[in-house]
């Protein structure tokens, strides 16, 4: 039992925010939200709504806590709540697809960067048989997500099964009887995932999923698990699962972003990120007792609290959970929201921006010659962990990658001279080719963070040029970064047979060299936007199906490459391209990241986004709006 996941909030604790103490409310609020963050986000499979649906749950908690009648029930409160809320949130989401199956890839589609299965088994750091729990639970019937969050919180020890029981508005006995039909299920998908991740395979298996698109979903789960019971090579496989209860116990909670931890409980350090701006609204807090209707509560500094930034934060401004809470009440006070003159059209569409105003003016670009600027340039918030885009230097290239709302961002180097990293924004460095393989590139490399891209184009004469014998004798040395190793980026080919990659990769194998995702390279010469999308899915799902390891896309557009020139599409036939290519990459569980090509937009390379630091292209605005 996880006695500090149970010991709050206390009950002294909740009386105290019932009887109007502002400090007492914001320390419910913070303690209460890693058990909601963690019930909405698997209950949800990690869906871009996580964040609004917490949210939605403590603003609730919040307005409803004076009216609890019992304190020490409040943790059973809390869980009822947040299963309200995530069904409130189901019955818009059925009811926004029967209204247009269009929404589809926006409101059915968990968001790869946001899975709470990978999230689970990173930040846990879950190995062997609590790995392949995890992922199991991504083959459950949609309806079991729902009870998966609690259960699993049961298991951990952070509730009992009378909150269970109660939060679904069941008895025990029922709640026993659903528990234990999911529990099946997660057995039989354990058995397809271990089947899956065989090596060797069963060459039998690969025959049944000769039309599986590489998505988990209950359809598979049973067409996988009939194969796997009725074949002797994969049914062996199963024979040292573990029960899944004794895998589970004594887990801890699923920790907070690092960003959002690092201001919890305490709300000073939001509150010290506030002051630079005034926050929209009334800031007049009450002298005494609870806070007065239409103010913003304040902590003892002055600045926003824990409550305010769970009430006040407004829908669709927020970025990840990951940014932090300071990073996010600054982003959102000084966003710049542009809205195009028809509600209906796509918001890349509307015209590029106004100056920005004095007090959110960027300090003079940095020349290509000059050191980063000292000062991260204030921006829109960061609209997804997963997308990203290829940087080269420019006039105004810092407050343009800031104003992109990309997640993240590379230089095809270990540095970023003349670039600054936007707030909630991470840089990836890349060593190049073979000549990069140095001490001070490795140091480098290790020193700016997880992941490491590794060799680009290794298979054109004009990028890094390598053989495949190369790339393998120098790949321990990657390896001793301790990073988190993307294949060899390919500019084709990468699902062929005897392919650069394809020997790579079986030469990584038999070496026993670690290798963590696939990068690719995609550029598509048909430009009619459905015929492009589709052929982008079909060269993904290709590569996966044959390597089985997330994929990053690192470089992608439309560009035709024909008799030693490059032929572009009308940027309104590239920006039609990136909303739905952007869109489409949602679905697919495996796509980890992608980064367009690229951020500068000149005569040469007409599909960059920005024209300078402010001016984004009609791509640039279709890229601003992508998830």
Same mark, same amino acid.
């Given at each position: 039992?996880?006695?500090?996941?149970?010991?709050?909030?206390? &009950?002294?604790?909740?009386?105290? $925010?019932?009887?109007?103490?502002?400090?007492?409310?914001?320390?419910?609020?913070?303690?209460?939200?890693?058990?909601?963050?963690?019930?909405?986000?698997?209950?949800?499979?990690?869906?871009?709504?996580?964040?609004?649906?917490?949210?939605?749950?403590?603003?609730?908690?919040?307005?409803?806590?004076?009216?609890?009648?019992?304190?020490?029930?409040?943790?059973?409160?809390?869980?009822?709540?947040?299963?309200?809320?995530?069904?409130?949130?189901?019955?818009?989401?059925?009811?926004?697809?029967?209204?247009?199956?269009?929404?589809?890839?926006?409101?059915?589609?968990?968001?790869?960067?946001?899975?709470?299965?990978?999230?689970?088994?990173?930040?846990?750091?879950?190995?062997?048989?609590?790995?392949?729990?995890?992922?199991?639970?991504?083959?459950?019937?949609?309806?079991?997500?729902?009870?998966?969050?609690?259960?699993?919180?049961?298991?951990?020890?952070?509730?009992?099964?009378?909150?269970?029981?109660?939060? !679904?508005?069941?008895?025990?006995?029922?709640?026993? &009887?659903?528990?234990?039909?999911?529990?099946?299920?997660?057995?039989?998908?354990?058995? &397809?995932?271990?089947?899956?991740?065989?090596?060797?395979?069963?060459?039998?298996?690969?025959?049944?999923?000769?039309?599986?698109?590489?998505?988990?979903?209950?359809?598979?789960?049973?067409?996988?698990?009939?194969?796997?019971?009725?074949?002797?090579?994969?049914?062996?496989?199963?024979?040292?699962?573990?029960?899944?209860?004794?895998?589970?116990?004594?887990?801890?909670?699923?920790?907070?972003?690092?960003?959002?931890?690092?201001? !919890?409980?305490?709300?000073?350090?939001?509150?010290?990120?506030?002051?630079?701006?005034?926050?929209?609204?009334?800031?007049?807090?009450?002298?005494?007792?609870?806070?007065?209707?239409? @103010?913003?509560?304040?902590?003892?500094? #002055?600045?926003?609290?824990?409550?305010?930034?769970?009430?006040?934060?407004?829908?669709?401004?927020?970025?990840?959970?990951?940014?932090?809470?300071?990073?996010?009440?600054? $982003?959102?006070?000084?966003?710049?929201?542009?809205?195009?003159?028809?509600?209906?059209?796509?918001?890349?569409?509307?015209?590029?921006?106004?100056?920005?105003?004095?007090?959110?003016?960027?300090?003079?670009?940095?020349?290509?010659?000059?050191?980063?600027?000292?000062?991260?340039?204030?921006?829109?918030?960061?609209?997804?962990?997963?997308?990203?885009?290829?940087?080269?230097?420019?006039?105004? $290239?810092?407050?343009?990658?800031?104003?992109?709302?990309?997640?993240?961002?590379?230089?095809?180097?270990?540095?970023?001279?003349?670039?600054?990293?936007?707030?909630? $924004?991470?840089?990836?460095?890349?060593?190049? /080719?073979?000549?990069?393989? @140095?001490?001070?590139?490795?140091?480098?490399?290790?020193?700016?963070?997880?992941?490491?891209?590794?060799?680009?184009?290794?298979?054109?004469?004009?990028?890094?040029?390598?053989?495949?014998?190369?790339?393998?004798?120098?790949?321990?040395?990657?390896?001793?970064?301790? /990073?988190?190793?993307?294949?060899?980026?390919?500019?084709?080919?990468?699902?062929?047979?005897? #392919?650069?990659?394809?020997?790579?990769?079986?030469?990584?194998?038999?070496?026993?060299?670690? &290798?963590?995702?696939?990068?690719?390279?995609?550029?598509?010469?048909?430009?009619?936007?459905?015929?492009?999308?589709?052929?982008?899915?079909?060269?993904?799902?290709?590569?996966?199906?044959?390597?089985?390891?997330?994929?990053?896309?690192?470089?992608?557009?439309?560009?035709?490459?024909?008799?030693?020139?490059?032929?572009?599409?009308?940027?309104?036939?590239?920006?039609?391209?990136?909303?739905?290519?952007?869109?489409?990459?949602?679905?697919?569980?495996? !796509?980890?990241?992608?980064?367009?090509?690229?951020?500068?937009?000149?005569?040469?390379?007409?599909?960059?986004?920005?024209?300078?630091?402010?001016?984004?292209?009609?791509?640039?605005?279709?890229?601003?709006?992508?998830?």
């Amino acid at each position: 039992m996880s006695s500090a996941g149970r010991a709050l909030p206390d &009950v002294g604790l909740v009386v105290a $925010a019932r009887q109007g103490d502002q400090r007492a409310l914001d320390d419910v609020v913070a303690a209460s939200l890693p058990l909601v963050y963690n019930i909405v986000g698997r209950a949800l499979r990690g869906h871009a709504d996580v964040d609004d649906v917490v949210q939605e749950t403590l603003v609730r908690v919040i307005r409803y806590l004076p009216a609890l009648n019992d304190p020490a029930a409040y943790r059973s409160w809390l869980v009822a709540i947040t299963i309200r809320q995530v069904r409130d949130w189901e019955t818009r989401r059925r009811v926004a697809l029967n209204r247009d199956a269009g929404l589809d890839a926006i409101h059915n589609v968990p968001d790869p960067a946001s899975d709470f299965a990978g999230m689970t088994i990173l930040r846990l750091g879950l190995t062997d048989q609590r790995r392949e729990v995890a992922e199991a639970t991504r083959w459950l019937d949609p309806d079991d997500q729902e009870l998966l969050s609690l259960w699993w919180l049961e298991e951990t020890g952070e509730i009992d099964r009378n909150e269970v029981a109660d939060a !679904l508005g069941l008895s025990p006995g029922h709640v026993a &009887v659903r528990i234990h039909r999911m529990k099946e299920q997660i057995q039989s998908a354990r058995g &397809v995932v271990r089947a899956l991740r065989a090596r060797p395979g069963c060459p039998d298996l690969g025959a049944v999923t000769a039309e599986w698109d590489g998505t988990p979903s209950s359809l598979w789960r049973k067409r996988l698990a009939r194969h796997v019971r009725d074949c002797a090579f994969c049914g062996r496989l199963g024979n040292t699962l573990l029960p899944i209860d004794r895998l589970l116990a004594g887990m801890p909670l699923l920790p907070l972003p690092a960003g959002l931890g690092a201001q !919890l409980p305490s709300a000073a350090a939001p509150a010290a990120a506030a002051q630079a701006v005034p926050p929209p609204g009334p800031t007049t807090a009450p002298a005494a007792g609870p806070t007065a209707p239409g @103010t913003v509560p304040t902590d003892a500094g #002055g600045g926003p609290s824990v409550v305010d930034l769970a009430v006040n934060r407004p829908r669709g401004l927020v970025p990840s959970l990951a940014a932090g809470v300071a990073a996010a009440v600054l $982003a959102i006070t000084m966003a710049v929201v542009i809205q195009p003159d028809d509600p209906s059209a796509p918001s890349w569409a509307a015209p590029p921006s106004a100056a920005p105003t004095a007090a959110a003016t960027p300090s003079v670009a940095p020349s290509p010659s000059a050191r980063p600027s000292s000062k991260t340039p204030v921006a829109p918030a960061v609209s997804s962990a997963r997308k990203g885009v290829g940087v080269w230097n420019f006039a105004g $290239a810092s407050q343009a990658l800031a104003n992109s709302k990309a997640g993240w961002y590379y230089t095809w180097g270990t540095q970023h001279p003349g670039i600054s990293t936007p707030r909630g $924004a991470t840089f990836v460095p890349m060593i190049r /080719s073979a000549e990069n393989v @140095t001490a001070a590139e490795l140091a480098r490399a290790r020193a700016a963070g997880p992941y490491l891209l590794t060799f680009n184009e290794p298979d054109m004469p004009e990028q890094a040029n390598m053989t495949v014998e190369q790339a393998l004798e120098l790949w321990p040395q990657l390896m001793a970064t301790g /990073s988190k190793l993307g294949s060899p980026a390919v500019a084709w080919g990468g699902p062929d047979p005897q #392919g650069w990659l394809d020997r790579f990769m079986t030469g990584a194998q038999a070496r026993g060299h670690r &290798v963590d995702f696939i990068t690719l390279h995609w550029f598509g010469a048909d430009f009619t936007t459905a015929t492009a999308v589709a052929q982008l899915r079909q060269y993904l799902q290709a590569v996966y199906q044959r390597y089985r390891k997330p994929i990053w896309l690192t470089e992608f557009a439309l560009i035709r490459f024909a008799g030693g020139g490059s032929q572009f599409p009308s940027q309104q036939q590239q920006a039609a391209f990136l909303t739905a290519a952007t869109a489409m990459l949602g679905q697919l569980p495996y !796509l980890q990241r992608y980064a367009w090509f690229g951020l500068p937009a000149t005569d040469k390379d007409r599909s960059g986004l920005f024209s300078d630091g402010a001016e984004a292209t009609v791509v640039g605005r279709a890229f601003q709006a992508a998830r």
